[in-house]
C-alpha cells in the first residue's frame, strides 16, 4: 500500500469545495484579475516549451490560457488534488480546444517520472501543502535539467493589503463577523522572501527572478478593482505585494 502523503488527508475537504466553488469554467478578465494578467504574461515569457506540467491546475484557466500564448507544448499535464476541480479543468480546457492529461494527485507525491517537463506551472498551491518542502522537491525532481519552475504564493508582507483592509477588518472583528463566510477550513500560509527562497534552494533549484505584485480591497467594484490593477502596474516592486512571484531553474 502506498504511503499516504502529509496532505492527502484534505481530499475531501478540496472535493467539497471543488464541487461548491469551482463548479463551473472561468475565464479571467486580466484587467481585473491582476494575478491572472501577470500570470499569463509571465507563461508566454517562458513559453514555447515541449512539455508542461501546471501543478496544482484547479479549474484549468492557466492550461487553458496556452491557446492563446502561442506554439502549445507537446505534453501538457494538469494536476490536483480533487476530481470535482478536475472535472472543470475538463470542461474549461475542452472549450479552449485542449485536451490535457489530467491526473489526480498531491503535489507532494507526484505520480510522475523524474525530469519531465520543460516548464513547471504552481499557481497559489505551495501556501495550502501541510509540507511545502516536499512539495517543492517534488516540483524539482519533475523538472528536467535547465527546466524552468514558475511560482506564486502568498507573500507574508503584504502590508499595502493590511492596510487599505485594516479599518473594515476592526469593525468585523468588533461585531464578531471576520471570517463568517468562510465555509471551508484548510491550510493557508504565507511566506516571506527569505524563507520561500531558503525552501527553493532546499530543493534544489536556483531562483532567476522573486518579486511581488498585486494590492486589493475586500468588497471593491470593478472600477476600483481596474483602478488598483492599474495603479499596481506602475508601481516599483518593494517587496509589499499580495504575492510572491518566483522563476526558478534545475540546474543543468
Not at 85 to 110: F, H, Q, S, Y
Not at 128 to 135: E, I, K, R, V
Not at 240 to 252: E, F, H, M, S, T
Request: overall charge negative; proline content about 6%.
Amino acid at each position: 500500500m502506498t504511503e499516504l502523503a502529509p496532505s492527502d488527508h484534505l481530499r475531501d475537504v478540496y472535493e467539497e469545495r471543488g464541487e461548491e466553488e469551482y463548479g463551473e469554467p472561468v475565464v479571467p478578465d486580466p484587467a481585473l484579475d491582476r494575478k491572472f494578467e501577470v500570470l499569463t504574461e509571465e507563461m508566454a515569457r517562458l513559453l514555447p516549451a515541449g512539455s508542461f506540467l501546471d501543478a496544482g491546475c484547479g479549474d484549468g484557466r492557466y492550461l487553458a490560457a496556452l491557446a492563446a500564448l502561442g506554439a502549445l507544448p507537446e505534453r501538457i499535464v494538469g494536476v490536483d488534488i480533487a476530481e470535482s476541480i478536475l472535472d472543470t479543468a475538463r470542461r474549461a480546457t475542452a472549450v479552449a480546444g485542449l485536451e490535457p492529461e489530467l491526473l489526480r494527485a498531491n503535489l507532494e507525491r507526484l505520480p510522475l517520472a523524474d525530469a519531465e517537463f520543460d516548464l513547471v506551472v504552481s499557481v497559489q498551491v505551495l501556501e495550502h501543502l501541510l509540507d511545502p518542502a516536499a512539495g517543492l522537491k517534488e516540483l524539482a525532481r519533475v523538472l528536467k535539467p535547465g527546466g524552468t519552475l514558475l511560482l506564486s504564493t502568498d507573500n507574508r508582507r503584504n502590508l499595502i493589503t493590511r492596510t487599505l483592509n485594516a479599518p473594515r477588518w476592526i469593525v468585523a472583528s468588533i461585531a464578531g463577523k471576520r471570517n463568517s463566510r468562510v465555509r471551508f477550513t484548510f491550510p493557508h500560509g504565507s511566506f516571506d522572501r527569505g524563507g520561500l527562497t531558503d525552501l527553493i534552494h532546499g530543493s534544489g533549484l536556483v531562483v532567476d527572478m522573486m518579486r511581488t505584485f498585486r494590492f486589493s480591497v475586500v468588497g471593491a467594484s470593478p472600477g476600483a478593482r481596474r483602478l488598483l490593477n492599474r495603479i499596481d502596474r506602475r508601481l516599483p516592486d518593494v517587496g509589499i505585494g499580495d504575492i510572491l512571484l518566483v522563476v526558478a531553474r534545475r540546474p543543468l
